[in-house]
């Protein structure tokens, strides 16, 4: 069941000593996967989120926003049926924000399910199939937008 959901923090979980290459291999074999897999997912990862360019300098060299992406690919290096996002664009220029919400939308084709946890849910409504807001453990509100999904 641990499989099937993944997590990504409001602040970064990725190791700032290691490049991002490093910190995606890392988590594959923490996740499980072969030495061989490990590689493989990271190099699909960095691919996916444009980090492929930077992906073996530390992170030092990162702006908050390859940070913030590099963080929401490392929480998928398991292939999550399941993603909960907490506040995935806090601190970022609008640029940045721009981006992330460009890799969140990509993930809606492959994850089945993502949780965000958002001050503001407006941008997220555009991504979504169908959403609810919950309030003190019961759905107050909720939408579901007919699709061929």
Not at 98 to 114: D, G, P, R
Request: some cysteine; overall charge positive.
């Amino acid at each position: 069941m641990r499989q099937q959901f993944s997590v990504t923090n409001q602040t970064a979980a990725i190791d700032q000593d290691l490049s991002a290459r490093e910190n995606l291999r890392l988590f594959g074999r923490l996740n499980g996967l072969s030495a061989k897999a490990s590689r493989t997912r990271a190099n699909e990862l960095l691919t996916d989120f444009n980090l492929d360019q930077s992906a073996d300098q530390t992170l030092a060299t990162f702006s908050g926003g390859m940070r913030r992406r590099l963080d929401l690919a490392v929480s998928l290096v398991g292939k999550p049926r399941i993603l909960f996002l907490d506040e995935p664009t806090t601190d970022l220029d609008p640029r940045a924000q721009t981006q992330m919400w460009h890799a969140i939308q990509k993930l809606v084709a492959v994850v089945n399910l993502i949780v965000p946890c958002l001050g503001k849910l407006v941008p997220f409504f555009s991504l979504c199939f169908g959403w609810c807001v919950c309030f003190n453990g019961t759905i107050a509100t909720s939408h579901k937008k007919h699709c061929d999904r």
